[in-house]
């Protein structure tokens, strides 16, 4: 367990200007596609977005904007967003449909059609729990294979959508491995964010559903852009969607400074930054830190390609990093609303908060440009998907 406040950074210096056709997977028509495709999920709303006027006066920049998706649907975290389009696109392949309009209530009625196929994931928990209730809603089965040291309680959340769940004794990855080769012996479909050769389709479909959040979140600002947007990283792929939906709202405008956060035992993204390769590399073992959902070892392939391109700063955290964060938006400044953020969630603006607090890492803020005139923009990705480790960390105990 790390209890004291760690960074690592690796900022890039050369000049940014990616090619605008990595970006060709999010237009703005297809961003407009996906979120019509969420409005048809019952109950669908666009979740907060929460200003910590407090809390950005304190720290001495412009606005703080946090995404807060704890409020996504029932499932506390913003996963089902990739995993409900990717699924849904994947249905009508497998019937032979066009897959150009997409509406989720019309698979509620298809159970018939369905009801034998399969879907299988590997999850840290919140991914996992998004397909198991996307395909419950469907009439699907669904099976998640889970990295070792995973909590009972997103276990158990699996369980209760009716999957076959069961943790492993490996790491992310190898759960990656065994879901597709299970996926390939049983004819299953396998739903994966994490891109590999021969492996596109599907990966590409879970980041055009990540857009959903740029298109809310640019409703919520008036179309104001962030000056800096932070995102959290596993294999890459919620921050490689997030990159690209912003860059077409970008492309007249002033590009936000980009920073991608990941935990300093499973900093992937980072090492292939800082590495001369150019080509995403692996960290090996076992992974251990309390950001369940960005305990990954390699980055996905496509994910890649395009944060190497646009990142302004790889940084990796300490946990306690992401202790800090969760406590920051669990007991609010002034009027600022209280937000309960998990570890993955709660990273970055735990990072925010230390990069703007703490003298000795005044070198990056410069960098970066992160001063009084700052709007930053954070996502937290998830709520207390693991109820007894959240208290833990809010009330001290851990």
Request: neutral net charge; aromatic residues 8%; hydrophobic residues 40%.
């Amino acid at each position: 367990m790390e209890n004291q406040i760690k960074i690592d950074c690796f900022l890039n210096t050369k000049e940014i200007s990616p090619d605008p056709g990595l970006f060709e997977f999010v237009t703005p028509k297809v961003m407009q596609s996906v979120i019509e495709f969420h409005k048809t999920i019952p109950h669908y709303k666009p979740t907060p977005l929460v200003e910590l006027k407090s809390l950005a006066r304190f720290l001495g920049t412009k606005t703080i904007w946090v995404k807060d998706e704890s409020r996504r649907f029932d499932l506390n975290a913003f996963k089902v967003l990739g995993a409900s389009y990717a699924m849904a696109k994947a249905v009508c392949r497998e019937l032979g449909e066009k897959e150009d309009i997409l509406n989720f209530t019309r698979f509620l009625t298809a159970s018939d059609r369905v009801g034998d196929l399969t879907f299988v994931t590997a999850t840290d928990g919140n991914h996992g729990r998004a397909v198991a209730w996307t395909a419950k809603k469907f009439g699907s089965k669904a099976v998640a294979y889970m990295p070792k040291g995973t909590s009972s309680a997103r276990l158990q959340a699996i369980h209760a959508l009716g999957a076959n769940a069961g943790i492993i004794d490996g790491n992310y990855d190898d759960a990656v491995a065994l879901a597709q080769k299970t996926a390939l012996e049983n004819n299953w479909v396998l739903v994966q964010d994490t891109a590999f050769e021969g492996y596109e389709h599907i990966p590409e479909y879970i980041m055009q559903g990540y857009s959903t959040l740029i298109s809310e979140v640019m409703s919520q600002t008036d179309d104001t852009l962030p000056t800096h947007v932070f995102a959290q990283a596993g294999v890459g792929s919620f921050a490689a969607a997030v990159m690209a939906s912003l860059y077409h709202h970008s492309a007249k405008k002033p590009r936000p400074k980009f920073v991608v956060v990941e935990p300093r035992n499973a900093a992937c993204v980072l090492k292939s930054a800082a590495a001369k390769q150019g080509c995403p590399l692996t960290v090996e073992g076992e992974l251990k830190t309390i950001m369940a959902g960005l305990a990954c070892g390699t980055p996905s392939m496509s994910a890649w390609a395009i944060l190497k391109a646009g990142t302004d700063a790889f940084i990796s955290c300490s946990d306690e990093v992401a202790r800090r964060g969760m406590r920051v938006l669990g007991n609010p400044m002034g009027k600022d609303q209280r937000i309960i953020s998990g570890e993955s969630g709660a990273v970055c603006l735990g990072l925010v908060h230390e990069l703007m607090s703490n003298p000795e890492y005044q070198d990056i803020k410069d960098q970066l440009s992160l001063d009084k005139n700052a709007r930053i923009l954070v996502f937290s990705t998830e709520g207390d998907t693991d109820p007894e480790h959240y208290r833990e960390v809010v009330w001290n105990l851990k």
